[in-house]
T-cell receptor, first 120, second 110 residues
């Protein structure tokens, strides 16, 4: 099956520093990747949609200067949390959607294992 | 817009009990429907899917049927195990995005 690798799985940083999270599709190409944020015991909140070679589309209320997204290739998207603060502490999950496949196959998103960010 | 409403949890069952987690949706067009499972500290795993009306998705003893007339995609399992303890998310997918329900936490006790 399709595998999405997310790295790191857990990061602790000081307030004011920046953290980069990588999301890679290992055995398929993904023109579209998604970044989600999940608070404890809550559902996933879509932050942004990342398209290879173009600017990300951010959901309402998500600061694009705070959460920088780069989708430089068909297998890699990165999320950088700039000048992180304790309120940015959360579980961040990426997903990737395959470029190939017909119809319903394009609607399946494959998820990374998530990154737990703790900002001190 | 598209949305998913999922049965609120938490749900606590004894081992071998019957499980139903309700999910209804609102959508335009012909979306695909999914159930994802999230184990503690992990990302989401696709559990099963259905791509058109009357399709039944099944995996690991779990089943869900895409019911267009009732706009539902309820998750069922005849006999749950302790290892099924997790959070279950119902989701609706289109070419543009995926919408998730709030998630239902299932705890199965021995």
């Amino acid at each position: 099956g399709a595998v999405v690798s997310q790295h790191p799985s857990w990061v602790i940083c000081k307030s004011g520093t920046s953290v980069k999270i990588e999301c890679r599709s290992l055995d398929f190409q993904a023109t579209t990747m998604f970044w989600y944020r999940q608070f404890p015991k809550q559902s996933l909140m879509l932050m942004a949609t990342s398209n290879e070679g173009s600017k990300a589309t951010y959901e309402q209320g998500v600061e694009k200067d705070k959460f920088l997204i780069n989708h430089a290739s068909l297998t890699l998207s990165t999320l950088t949390v700039t000048s992180a603060h304790p309120e940015d502490s959360s579980f961040y999950i990426c997903s990737a959607r395959a470029t190939s496949g017909l119809g319903w196959a394009k609607n399946i998103q494959y998820f990374g294992a998530g990154t737990r960010l703790s900002v001190l | 817009g598209n949305s998913v409403t999922q049965m609120e949890g938490p749900v606590t069952l004894s081992e071998e009990a019957f499980l139903t987690i309700n999910c209804t949706y609102t959508a335009t067009g012909y979306p695909s429907l999914f159930w994802y499972v999230q184990y503690p500290g992990e990302g989401l795993q696709l559990l099963l899917k259905a791509t058109k009306a009357d399709d039944k998705g099944s995996n690991k003893g779990f089943e869900a049927t895409y019911r267009k007339e009732t706009t539902s995609f309820h998750l069922e399992k005849g006999s749950v195990q302790v290892s099924d303890s997790a959070v279950y998310f119902c989701a609706l997918g289109t070419n543009n995005d995926m919408r998730f329900g709030a998630g239902t936490r299932l705890t199965v006790k021995p």
